[in-house]
């Protein structure tokens, strides 16, 4: 039997390592609505054990990603309290992958390759179609047209992988407006890039001087109310650089959000930081923050979906269960649905059993990324009115179940 014919509509994480895992057994197309860009200095983030297991298994290769094994985990109170030191070593704790933190951009770059290196993975590389922004899809009839009039059809699977404003997940959920699916919890966060050089000379900081031997991340807390914990996090993003980012309230930025019907607002003035978190934090941590421009990020989730297909089409990765940062979870359990799916698709041969695949991948799926969810939700004092009836989900139980993960095959014997 001809291998199936898989269209992905989102180039980015879920996208690319969707491609890289479907590659093997079938022909995949990718949809990037932008210019895929590599070299761009953007954030970073942390891809742990049970991802990073999988990428490590696929053949990402380390020395491309510019990366660092986190190894500690540094808590201290909002006016530069005795610092509380812990190991956060995945490879020690679980016998298993190491835990990694890395830019976005260099992760793409790898996950590019992966999809479409010509010799270094198994089967036909992707074919990556940028500058493709998909504004309409067919699930029933496996069809995907572009703003600038292209049509792509003929597929026996579209994959949504185009985030949380996904346009697939309209197309599933029968063409309704996904606006009302999306949950916003007045929170925010400023984030900003800065230099190991930046904080070297600071002895408040000289733990995270040199990410060669321990990186990981910094975690300052301080209680301004009720509802919003804030709380400044620094971590490393590459042997030379970390990120600095600060949750607090919305106030003025919710309406600035709305209006330009953005998540993210760049260039924030580096005074307007200092205002919000001057009162709450000792200026050790507040001064991180004037080392780069600062941009502010809507914190945002996804309300559960009871399914993630329909027709001819599937949702992965934000575009079914977006979550919270809380948990620093986000993109690795989109990169265990890419591993899940080429698992499960692997020996379909006929269109026909695409469905059940598809079951057998909520099955799979669903429940965890809803853990997921709910413990990203605990951890930003931000829990729904069901969350709050439920037995709140400890850290030592969230690592063993989340972080041990070895992959689809051993879920589904499981």
Same mark, same amino acid.
């Given at each position: 039997m001809p291998p199936l014919k898989i269209i992905i509509v989102g180039g980015g994480i879920g996208g690319l390592s969707a491609a890289g895992y479907l590659r093997a057994k079938h022909h995949v197309t990718v949809l990037e609505r932008g210019t895929l860009d590599f070299t761009m200095n %953007? @954030?970073?983030?942390?891809?742990?054990?049970?991802?990073?297991?999988?990428?490590? /298994? +696929?053949?990402?290769?380390?020395? =491309?990603?510019? *990366?660092?094994? *986190? &190894?500690?985990?540094?808590?201290?109170?909002?006016? =530069?309290?005795? #610092?509380? &030191?812990?190991?956060? %070593?995945? /490879?020690?704790?679980?016998?298993? !992958?190491p835990s990694v933190l890395v830019k976005r951009a260099k992760l793409l770059k790898e996950l590019w390759r992966f999809a479409t290196s010509t010799t270094d993975f198994a089967g036909e590389p992707a074919e990556v179609v940028q500058n493709a922004k998909v504004t309409r899809v067919d699930a029933l009839a496996g069809e995907v047209w572009t703003e600038d009039g292209r049509a792509f059809s003929g597929f026996d699977l579209v994959i949504g992988a185009d985030g949380i404003n996904s346009v697939v997940r309209s197309a599933v959920l029968g063409g309704q407006d996904i606006t009302a699916s999306i949950r916003n919890y007045d929170t925010l966060t400023f984030m900003a890039q800065l230099?190991?050089?930046?904080?070297?000379? %600071? $002895?408040?900081? !000289? @733990? #995270?001087?040199? $990410? &060669?031997?321990? +990186?990981?991340?910094?975690?300052?807390? +301080?209680? !301004?109310? $009720?509802?919003?914990?804030? /709380?400044?996090? &620094? @971590?490393?993003?590459? +042997?030379?650089?970390?990120?600095v980012v600060g949750y607090t309230s919305e106030k003025e930025f919710a309406e600035k959000f709305n209006s330009s019907r953005t998540a993210i607002i760049k260039d924030i003035p580096v005074s307007r930081v200092v205002e919000d978190f001057a009162p709450d934090f000792a200026d050790g941590f507040v001064n991180l923050f004037r080392h780069s421009k600062v941009d502010a990020w809507r914190i945002r989730d996804v309300a559960p979906m009871d399914s993630w297909y329909s027709g001819k089409a599937l949702l992965i990765g934000d575009a079914a269960h977006a979550v919270t940062p809380h948990a620093g979870q986000g993109s690795n359990i989109t990169i265990e649905d890419a591993e899940a799916l080429g698992y499960l698709l692997q020996d379909v041969e006929s269109p026909d059993a695409i469905i059940p695949a598809l079951q057998k991948f909520m099955q799979l799926r669903k429940a965890r990324v809803d853990y997921v969810a709910r413990r990203s939700r605990e951890l930003g004092n931000i829990q729904t009115e069901d969350d709050k009836t439920k037995e709140t989900i400890t850290s030592e139980g969230f690592a063993r179940e989340i972080y041990t993960y070895q992959g689809a095959e051993q879920s589904m014997r499981a």
């Open positions: %953007d @954030y970073g983030l942390s891809i742990v054990s049970n991802a990073f297991n999988l990428l490590q /298994r +696929a053949g990402i290769k380390f020395e =491309n990603l510019d *990366m660092v094994v *986190m &190894t500690h985990l540094w808590l201290r109170g909002s006016e =530069n309290e005795e #610092l509380v &030191t812990k190991i956060f %070593d995945t /490879r020690a704790r679980f016998g298993g !992958a230099s190991v050089d930046d904080i070297r000379s %600071d $002895p408040d900081f !000289a @733990y #995270l001087s040199d $990410p &060669t031997t321990q +990186a990981g991340l910094c975690s300052a807390h +301080a209680n !301004a109310g $009720p509802q919003i914990n804030k /709380r400044i996090l &620094t @971590y490393h993003t590459s +042997a030379h650089g970390l990120q």
